[in-house]
T-cell receptor, first 115, second 113 residues
Framework: GAGVSQSPSNKVTEKGKDVELRCDPI?????LYWYRQSLGQGLEFLIY????????KSGLPSDRFSAERTGGSVSTLTIQRTQQEDSAVYLC?????????????FGPGTRLTVT | GENVEQHPSTLSVQEGDSAVIKCTYS??????FPWYKQELGKRPQLIID?????GEKKDQRIAVTLNKTAKHFSLHITETQPEDSAVYFC????????????FGKGTRLHILP
């Protein structure tokens, strides 16, 4: 079946512009995560959505970052007034949290370059 | 909240030798411990996981061990092969609480010819 998809795959933007990154999780997955991965680095947790619970935003690096998840499915990560240090690969993952369904399925990522 | 420490950050082993990556966690309530492998330019993928009701799990050349008392768990890869070269991430979570998965910072494994 279809896996996690993300769009766009690549985004080049000028410093100061806003960007929106989209994630389509696997249908029926209640948990959705956003991570940031700089070149050669680990997975930096950004935000976590779980069902109807309030999202865990503890990883968002500044108030320029926000995310929403509409209807418990698609999620968008918005970065306002982008800075060069925002350049990274943004990964989305979803899972069937609970019971035996804990595997996280990652999307291919969006490579963001801020010039 | 939960904190996961992983070491070493980089590991080089000769092809055919074994590799061991170690992680510690802080929250004694954690009960699910997955390991993910990320090959160069690709997305992370689950390779093995272990739950707190067992101490060891094997899948071919890969094994994980868990010591709940010491709050540490390890990944063991035997008879390493070139395709094992990748970044490996350990993680911990508390099932049936908030289910949030916390990752370690990763170990870059190089298999030397």
């Amino acid at each position: 079946g279809a896996g996690v998809s993300q769009s766009p795959s690549n985004k080049v933007t000028e410093k100061g512009k806003d960007v929106e990154l989209r994630c389509d999780p696997i249908s029926g997955h209640t948990a959705l995560y956003w991570y940031r991965q700089s070149l050669g680095q680990g997975l930096e947790f950004l935000i976590y959505f779980q069902g109807n619970s309030a999202p865990d935003k503890s990883g968002l690096p500044s108030d320029r970052f926000s995310a929403e998840r509409t209807g418990g499915s698609v999620s968008t990560l918005t970065i306002q007034r982008t800075q060069q240090e925002d350049s990274a690969v943004y990964l989305c993952a979803s899972s069937l949290a609970g019971g035996e369904g804990y595997e996280q399925y990652f999307g291919p990522g969006t490579r963001l370059t801020v010039t | 909240g939960e904190n996961v420490e992983q070491h070493p950050s980089t590991l080089s082993v000769q092809e055919g030798d074994s590799a061991v990556i170690k992680c510690t966690y802080s929250d004694s309530a954690s009960n699910y411990f997955p390991w993910y492998k990320q090959e160069l330019g690709k997305r992370p993928q689950l390779i093995i996981d272990i739950r707190s009701n067992v101490g060891e799990k094997k899948d071919q050349r890969i094994a994980v061990t868990l010591n709940k008392t010491a709050k540490h768990f390890s990944l063991h890869i035997t008879e390493t092969q070139p395709e094992d070269s990748a970044v490996y991430f350990c993680a911990a979570s508390i099932q049936d609480r908030d289910d949030k998965i916390i990752f370690g910072k990763g170990t870059r494994l190089h298999i030397l010819p």
